[in-house]
């Protein structure tokens, strides 16, 4: 969503592991929009791989990750990175839900369905969102060139 930031370009990228999931992820890519969109089949492919999924979870674990790295062309010297780690997925999710339907509830985003950056305003808004997204998370991190604390991202320290 550069253009509503008002940058450049935005590059996006995905990883997991164990790393297999990532040539798996790759291949499902692959198949072709025709059958990726056969709801009664993805549906069966996601009964039958649960199983599978939840036992490599218990294995190698169920951490999910995001990290944002921010940098500028124009002066190299910009450099900043984001990191928020949670333990397991849903209640990473649940988590992220409430944060945004208190911001609703507040006033800090209007009612209705955006991309974050659209709903939450840069500043003390987005930090709010984030304090309370990252209640159950076992790591948020910033590191800056620019001077960016902590608080300023994740609405208090996290350390």
């Known amino acids: 969503r550069?253009?509503?930031l008002g940058v450049g370009n935005v590059?996006?990228?995905f990883?997991?592991?164990?790393?297999?999931?990532?040539?798996?992820?790759?291949?499902?890519a692959q198949l072709p929009p025709s059958l990726l969109a056969n709801e009664d089949l993805m549906t069966k492919l996601a009964i039958f791989?649960?199983?599978?999924?939840?036992?490599?979870?218990?294995f190698?674990?169920?951490?999910?990750?995001?990290?944002?790295?921010?940098?500028?062309?124009?002066?190299?010297?910009?450099?900043?990175?984001?990191?928020?780690a949670h333990e397991n997925l849903e209640p990473c999710v649940g988590?992220?839900?409430?944060a945004f339907c208190a911001a609703i509830l507040s006033g800090s985003v209007r009612p209705g369905v955006w991309f974050p950056e659209e709903a939450i305003a840069v500043g003390k808004d987005a930090a709010a969102v984030l304090d309370l997204a990252s209640v159950?998370?076992?790591?948020?991190?910033?590191?800056?060139?620019?001077?960016i604390r902590c608080e300023e991202v994740w609405?208090?320290?996290k350390a």
């Open 60 to 84: 190698a674990g169920a951490t999910n990750a995001m990290r944002c790295d921010v940098t500028s062309q124009q002066d190299p010297t910009i450099r900043a990175t984001a990191i928020y």
């Open 11 to 13: 590059k996006s990228l």
């Open 2 to 4: 550069n253009e509503v």
């Open 155 to 157: 609405g208090k320290s």
């Open 136 to 147: 159950g998370a076992h790591t948020v991190e910033v590191d800056s060139t620019i001077g």
């Open 95 to 98: 988590e992220c839900v409430t």
């Open 15 to 28: 990883g997991t592991a164990p790393a297999f999931w990532n040539t798996l992820l790759g291949v499902m």
């Open 49 to 58: 791989s649960l199983p599978i999924v939840r036992a490599v979870d218990y």
